[in-house]
């Protein structure tokens, strides 16, 4: 076992300016992280997404799923989603989310990317449903993938690789000031899960 992998260095700020990332890397085991995935792949109601752009519907290969405290709807994409009832491995994962990061979350996106051919183009989080500079915990499972921010107007950049059973947050002026996203690395041919627990306001 990597034991510095599991030392978590959540205080220091992945971003030089305009938000707050901190990177707390694995915080669970390799063989509960493993069970994790498992259980997520079989148990979630996964979903092709749809994207409504320039009056066209485009379909993406990678899966979602989105679950929350009550039916919540929710505007992503141009497309109003509804939420499902936590399943009983999210409510661990979002207890432990909570645990590691001192916040409160009541919905979970969770991504499902086959391989490396699917990823997410730039985008930032800040959407109206979203609490104001709340705080995103994104949990990921399965192949370790880069992911990459860059400021929206110096274009500056900086990139992280989320690691199985690791735990990122986005916090404060994240989304105001830059975009972030998952690029394709076609060489991966492994799967990868990704939770971001969100805060919902209505
Ligand atoms: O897959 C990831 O790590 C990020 C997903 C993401 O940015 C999102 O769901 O908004
Ligand atoms: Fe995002």
Same mark, same amino acid.
């Given at each position: 076992?990597?034991?510095?992998?599991?030392?978590?260095?959540? /205080?220091?700020?992945?971003?030089?300016? /305009?938000?707050?990332?901190?990177? =707390?890397?694995?915080?669970?085991?390799? %063989?509960?992280?493993?069970?994790?995935?498992?259980?997520?792949?079989?148990?979630?109601? !996964?979903? *092709?997404? %749809?994207?409504?752009?320039?009056?066209?519907?485009?379909?993406?290969? $990678?899966?979602?799923?989105? =679950?929350?405290?009550?039916?919540?709807?929710?505007?992503?994409? *141009?497309?109003?989603? $509804?939420?499902?009832? !936590?399943?009983?491995?999210?409510?661990?994962?979002?207890?432990?989310? +909570?645990? %590691?990061?001192?916040? *409160?979350?009541?919905?979970?996106?969770?991504?499902? =990317?086959?391989?490396?051919?699917?990823?997410?183009?730039?985008?930032? /989080?800040? %959407?109206? /449903?979203?609490?104001?500079?709340?705080?995103?915990?994104?949990?990921?499972?399965?192949?370790? @993938?880069?992911?990459?921010?860059?400021?929206?107007?110096?274009?500056?950049?900086?990139?992280?690789?989320? +690691?199985?059973?690791?735990?990122?947050?986005?916090?404060?002026?994240?989304?105001?000031?830059?975009?972030? @996203?998952? &690029? &394709?690395?076609?060489?991966?041919?492994?799967? $990868?899960?990704?939770?971001?627990? $969100?805060?919902?306001?209505?």
């Amino acid at each position: 076992m990597d034991l510095f992998a599991l030392v978590p260095e959540p /205080d220091k700020n992945l971003l030089p300016q /305009d938000g707050i990332v901190n990177y =707390y890397g694995k915080i669970i085991t390799n %063989e509960q992280a493993d069970n994790y995935l498992h259980r997520l792949l079989h148990h979630i109601a !996964w979903k *092709n997404d %749809e994207a409504h752009i320039f009056g066209k519907t485009f379909i993406t290969k $990678r899966k979602v799923a989105w =679950y929350g405290d009550q039916s919540f709807e929710y505007t992503y994409s *141009n497309a109003t989603k $509804r939420a499902l009832p !936590w399943t009983p491995e999210l409510l661990e994962l979002k207890a432990l989310a +909570e645990k %590691e990061t001192g916040e *409160n979350f009541n919905s979970c996106l969770l991504n499902l =990317y086959h391989n490396g051919t699917e990823g997410m183009a730039w985008h930032s /989080d800040g %959407e109206k /449903d979203l609490k104001k500079n709340g705080a995103i915990g994104s949990l990921s499972f399965g192949a370790e @993938r880069k992911f990459s921010f860059k400021h929206k107007q110096t274009k500056e950049t900086v990139s992280v690789l989320l +690691e199985h059973g690791s735990l990122l947050v986005m916090k404060g002026a994240t989304q105001t000031n830059w975009l972030h @996203r998952l &690029p &394709p690395i076609k060489t991966i041919n492994q799967a $990868r899960v990704n939770l971001t627990f $969100r805060t919902i306001v209505f």
